[in-house]
């Protein structure tokens, strides 16, 4: 008998059982919101001509959002711990870009693919503070250059059971701790918060 995903994964997982590798099974409430968030980690850093790690890619609609924008990324890897995602980012057979499957939870040596930027978006919204953290921190360690997160700041979007939310001052002191080349970004979603740790 399979053994249960990890509590942080399992919201994905039920999802997609309904949704399939659709939209439903990435836990946002609308594309609008998603690609919000997109603009604002854009707005955070200009990803032209670098290499990009997306960190819990879900099926890939970052690398969707930014060839539809012309951004030219030099190389494009994404992680994903939902099987029917990793399908789904798969099966849009983008040019230069790759697809693992993988918990970059229980397994964060897989974030170490060499790339400049490391991407994070949505994804720490289902950990505990404990997994959090330590996602972030391990996240800045595999990136060449620059890590980009976005996390739930406030009660305000956080109405799901399973959703988590965090303090910006008290995320902004802890990446403190390992870079002084820390920026944020709230006014794009009220009770979202976008986070820029360079190296």
């Known amino acids: 008998m399979a053994s249960e995903p990890p509590v942080y994964l399992q919201p994905y997982e039920r999802a997609s059982r309904e949704h399939g590798g659709g939209f439903g099974s990435l836990l946002w409430a609308s594309p609008v919101t998603q690609r919000t968030r997109f603009e604002a980690i854009c707005r955070m850093v200009d990803l032209t001509g670098r290499s990009v790690l997306d960190v819990g890619c ?31 980012a798969q099966a849009k057979g983008h040019a230069n870009a790759r697809i693992l499957q993988a918990d970059f939870v229980a397994e964060p040596e897989r974030l170490r693919v060499g790339a400049d930027v490391v991407v994070i978006c949505g994804s720490l919204n289902t950990m505990d503070a404990r997994d959090f953290y330590a996602t972030i921190e391990r996240a800045f360690e595999a990136a060449g250059q620059m890590l980009v997160f976005n996390f739930l700041c406030s009660p305000q979007l956080a109405g799901a059971s399973y959703l988590s939310w965090h303090r910006t001052d008290e ?26 740790v360079g190296k």
Not at 72 to 77: H, M, Q
């Open 58 to 88: 879900g099926r890939a609609d970052f690398l969707d959002y930014l060839l539809g924008r012309n951004v030219r990324i030099a190389e494009y890897t994404g992680i994903e711990g939902v099987p029917a995602l990793v399908e789904a």
């Open 171 to 196: 995320v902004m002191g802890f990446v403190q701790r390992f870079s002084q080349r820390v920026r944020k970004l709230e006014d794009y979603l009220t009770g979202d918060c976008t986070v820029a």
